[in-house]
């Protein structure tokens, strides 16, 4: 019913590097019996904090491949997204957000279970 502490979440977030990110979603898990940072965070938080945290603690790849998703889904296509997206990584990036996209959404509806 409160929420959260925003700053802790930014202050400690902002500092870390990826195995530091990597250790607290462990971390987490183990003192609260198996709940997952992911989670709690979708549950506590919205709007741009929540995007900003999950997109520091998710790997790279799958929150855009998560991204791609979000622009596809639904009534017409978030085009501009996709070109933010798509635009800004090179080839062998495309490359890694299709194989962590056909990962996350294989068990998905036709046509979205598969990138292409």
Known sequence: MVGCDEDVFLEHLCKANSDTVAALLVAYTSVT???????????????DLEFA???????RYEFLA???YAACKGLGTDEEALC???????????LLIRDA???LHAEDDEPYNDFR
């Open 66 to 68: 998560d991204r791609v």
């Open 53 to 59: 945290v999950l997109a520091r603690l998710r790997p």
């Open 84 to 94: 933010r997206i798509l635009g800004l990584n090179d080839n062998e990036e495309c």
């Open 33 to 47: 019996d198996g709940r997952c940072l992911l989670k709690d965070v979708k549950k506590k938080m919205g709007g």
């Open 101 to 103: 996209y056909n990962v």
